[in-house]
């Protein structure tokens, strides 16, 4: 839970997120909570990701957002299937 005490790096990660675009995934609703210990659950066409499990590109500070070391983007695609 640092991580809401840290606003910088809460910025770091919201920003991009409000800026991800998912329209080409078809059909169903892909949703972020602050889930406790689980990754991600589907249901139906949708899929719940845990927010604290994203994380930004510290280094280099791109917009740039991975889970499990894969792009966002690529990981939902991965996992909405």
Request: hydrophobic share 45%; charged share 30%; aromatic share 12%.
């Amino acid at each position: 839970m640092w991580m809401l005490e840290d606003m910088d790096y809460m910025n770091m990660v919201i920003d991009p997120l409000k800026k991800l675009s998912l329209e080409d995934l078809g059909e169903g609703e892909v949703v972020f909570l602050p889930l406790h210990l689980d990754l991600f659950y589907k249901k139906g066409n949708n899929i719940y990701i845990n927010f604290f499990m994203i994380k930004p590109d510290l280094y280099n500070e791109t917009d740039k957002l991975t889970i499990e070391d894969i792009e966002i983007k690529e990981w939902i695609k991965k996992n909405m299937g």
